[in-house]
């Protein structure tokens, strides 16, 4: 009986011992995956940006060459994409116009409320956008203007050029150059931003559509985001 006894406990032992060993060379149930933590979209956050519709009212500025569309037109329609993407990423956007724009008695009275509605609301940079124009049809491409002198000017210009050519047109080389012009006469990072050429009916086709000022607008917004990066 005690020998019986004892073969079961060696018996059990060994089982117990196969078992032990088992558990230690089977591989564990894997855990499920934790999801990554979504980027956050408030690149911008707290920043206050200034966007201009530029010309507006009696001034039409430049005319595409085919459609006969006066810039101010698609001016607004892009600063409004612009306004969007800019809002999306966590920043409050002050718009110098909505719609067709107020009647002035002069150009300059008009620029010098807009620079004022920019000032009044703490806006850290104005962003003036616009559609450029050539004698030649042969130009395209976005170009970047800022005031020279003015470094801060200088660095968001170069931040939004880069990321327009990369987006638009990847394979052209073009740099932002300095240009006087009264609204960049801010003491704010400003610039002036030129889409592309209406003068150009290829570009003036794209310039007109939905796809292409959103693309445009995201363009602007990455540039942005870039230079509030660098400056931080």
């Not at 979504?38 to 500025?61: F, R, Y």
């Not at 006066?70 to 409004?80: C, D, P, S, T, Y």
């Not at 030649?136 to 002198?149: A, M, T």
């Amino acid at each position: 009986m005690i020998r019986m006894l004892k073969e079961r406990v060696v018996i059990t032992l060994c089982a117990f011992g196969v078992l032990l060993v088992f558990a230690a060379v089977s591989p564990r149930p894997a855990r499920p995956a934790v999801p990554a933590r979504p980027v956050s979209a408030g690149g911008l956050e707290g920043m206050v940006i200034c966007v201009d519709a530029g010309h507006g009212g009696q001034d039409g500025g430049a005319r595409a060459r085919d459609s006969l569309t006066w810039e101010r037109e698609i001016n607004l329609q892009v600063a409004k994409k612009v306004q969007r993407a800019l809002e999306e990423a966590g920043a409050r956007v002050i718009m110098t116009r909505e719609d067709e724009g107020e009647h002035f008695e002069s150009k300059r009275q008009e620029l010098t409320e807009r620079l004022r509605l920019a000032q009044e609301n703490g806006a850290q940079m104005l962003l003036s956008i616009h559609m450029n124009e050539y004698r030649s049809r042969l130009e395209s491409g976005p170009q970047v203007f800022y005031r020279e002198g003015q470094e801060q000017s200088r660095l968001l210009a170069g931040a939004l050029q880069s990321a327009l050519i990369s987006q638009l047109q990847p394979k052209k080389q073009r740099t932002a150059l300095a240009g006087d012009y009264f609204i960049l006469s801010s003491e704010l990072p400003s610039v002036l931003v030129e889409c592309g050429f209406l003068s150009n009916s290829d570009e003036e086709k794209l310039l007109l559509t939905d796809a292409y000022q959103e693309k445009i607008a995201r363009a602007v917004c990455t540039g942005v985001e870039e230079f509030v990066r660098l400056s931080r």
